[in-house]
């Protein structure tokens, strides 16, 4: 399987979208064994580089993903998920990290209150 | 507008989704000039990390992607374009990148043959 992805510096991009509305929901990045325990679990594992482990979405959340289809792109060095979201993906409580237009308004309601589920979210 | 964001070596990271069908076409990369370029002309300007240059989409190809929306990601190290695809977004012929499954399975019909657009595909 591994031979049709492209590691750079170890790591894949990573798309979460929505299966069902088709919301973009967040990009992260992948490495081997990440990807490797999405694929058996059907839950998104990621690489966090700022914090150099392997994280479960949901792992703190429980936001979890549903992984049900996983694309791989021409280059081999990104991947689409399409998931069931639990809850929202955004750490700042909205369903998507998306919830802005390039002039910083938002463009989307939370759907729950990331102070109740993360603690502290001011980076 | 450009404080909001967050330039890993020079460039953030941008997805294509058709705004229609809401499909994920492709992942690729911006630094800031291809930024701006996209938001002043509303058609996706790209950095290719191999050629070292910006490449506005479909300038060879005439794939164009007209950008009607940009989002931002929480973190500001992301874009998503909400985008009307001309022909099609894979420089392999399909309408999205990710048109295989982990597996190697094409999922997806050529929207167009890459040979008579591109040439040479063979990578």
């Known amino acids: 399987m591994l031979q049709r992805f492209n590691f750079k510096n170890g790591l894949i991009h990573a798309i979460a979208q929505h299966r069902q509305t088709g919301e973009v929901l967040m990009l992260a990045h ?59 993906a955004c750490h700042m409580g909205y369903m998507s990290c998306f919830y802005r237009d390039v002039d910083g308004n938002v463009l989307a309601e939370k759907v729950f209150e990331p102070e109740k589920v993360y603690g502290d979210v001011s980076r």
Chains 1, 2 share one sequence.
């Open 30 to 88: 992948m490495n081997e064994d990440a990807l490797r325990r999405t694929i058996e679990t059907k839950r998104a594992h990621y690489w966090s580089r700022s914090r150099n482990r392997i994280w479960r979405k949901g792992e703190k959340s429980s936001n979890e993903q549903i992984v049900h289809e996983i694309r791989v792109d021409c280059d081999g060095d990104a991947v689409l998920l399409k998931v069931d979201q639990i809850g929202g």
